[in-house]
């Protein structure tokens, strides 16, 4: 019975220590572009984000949570910004014009 809890034991020992060697690790400078690229607005949510950017959600509340410990503001360039609000207009752009598309489908029926 304790030979069964040994190597019980071992096995969740080996599985843990597999599963930290699995992490990926991201350059300080890629997750400080990440977390300037929501901050700035340009994505509704957190998991919209990571996916954006091939991340786990998981990751990057872990990397804002670390973010909002320091309270060291991030610098994002001007062009950085620039590029977010455009992405956010194209975002709108893009609604706006599914739902005329939908507005004329409905009218065109409406007429016949």
Avoid at 6 to 27: E, Q, V, W, Y
Avoid at 38 to 43: A, E, L
Wanted: glycine share 4%.
């Amino acid at each position: 019975m304790e030979a069964q809890t040994t190597a019980a034991n071992s096995l969740r020992n080996n599985t843990d220590t597999t599963n930290s060697r699995n992490r990926k690790s991201f350059p300080v400078e890629y997750r400080n572009q990440i977390i300037g690229v929501y901050k700035s607005g340009v994505y509704a949510s957190v998991p919209a984000c990571a996916e954006a950017y091939g991340i786990s959600s998981k990751t990057l509340y872990r990397w804002l949570g670390i973010y909002d410990k320091s309270n060291t503001p991030l610098a994002v360039s001007g062009q950085q910004s620039e590029i977010a609000n455009l992405k956010k207009e194209l975002a709108r752009a893009k609604l706006e014009n599914e739902i005329l598309k939908k507005a004329a489908i409905y009218f065109a029926n409406q007429a016949r």
